[in-house]
């Protein structure tokens, strides 16, 4: 056993190195799987990537099945401080259950979270987070613009202050329009929004298409993005500079 600690800060032993892991974070399990192929043994309906992985699947980000997380015996489930709820943390805890939970908000702070996070199941450090870091170094911004970025609607919802889609179109270039709003993910009036040049439509969580989405903002340039590329940290990391770079240029 080895003693890790989480981004939180919360110690845990772990067999080292990890043999059976669940992963409760779409973004984690492709990070797991992508570094060492048959960790994982359960992950939720949600983790898409890669498309072919055949393990068990424990319910939701926001609801799994915490009975069948810990019939799986995992030595670690590997969660998020956004994308999870605590009392599911909690439960697994109270259950015996060692939960690593990471705290990811910028670029820099994904490629140093990832590293840790594989270290504590006992990966070694693969090759596209290197690939990764040198990625986003040779990121020269093609745009200088404000944006506002949807995340939902029905209700309107939107990427607000400190938050790693935020950084990551920082980076590129765009800067969010309610970066100084109060909460992370704010509901939005439509008519009530701070000056933007830019509307950015990811196809999730909420799925924007060109005939769902820009017929909301009238007389304003809308740009559809991949939003695995905008929201997921992970091996999605290594293209997305790239892609998302070429998507915002398409603006309609």
Not at 41 to 55: K, R
Not at 95 to 102: E, L, W
Not at 202 to 215: I, R, S
Request: glycine share 6%; proline share 9%.
């Amino acid at each position: 056993m080895t003693v890790v600690v989480d981004d939180l800060g919360t110690s845990m032993s772990v067999g080292s190195p990890a043999t059976r892991v669940v992963s409760i974070v779409p973004s984690l399990t492709e990070t797991l799987e992508r570094s060492a192929p048959g960790l994982l043994v359960g992950v939720t309906d949600w983790c898409t990537q890669p498309p072919d992985l055949d393990v068990a699947r424990i319910g939701g980000t926001k609801n799994p099945d915490v009975a069948a997380i810990c019939e799986l015996a995992p030595d670690l489930v590997l969660a998020n401080d956004e994308e999870n709820r605590a009392p599911d943390i909690a439960a697994l805890r109270a259950a015996g259950v060692a939960v690593y939970v990471t705290d990811i908000r910028t670029v820099s702070g994904a490629l140093d979270s990832l590293a840790r996070l594989l270290q504590a199941c006992g990966v070694d450090r693969p090759e596209w987070l290197d690939a990764a870091a040198r990625a986003w170094d040779a990121v020269v911004p093609a745009l200088t613009v404000t944006a506002v970025v949807p995340i939902w609607r029905r209700p309107w919802m939107a990427i607000g202050s400190d938050t790693f889609a935020g950084d990551v179109l920082a980076r590129l270039g765009v800067a969010n329009a309610l970066a100084d709003a109060p909460d992370r993910y704010p509901r939005i009036d439509l008519a009530m929004l701070p000056p933007h040049d830019l509307v950015v439509l990811p196809d999730e969580p909420y799925a924007f298409t060109a005939e769902d989405g820009p017929e909301a903002f009238p007389g304003k340039r809308c740009a559809l993005v991949s939003g695995r590329h905008l929201t997921w940290y992970g091996p999605s990391l290594v293209q997305a500079p790239g892609l998302l770079s070429a998507q915002l240029a398409q603006l309609s």
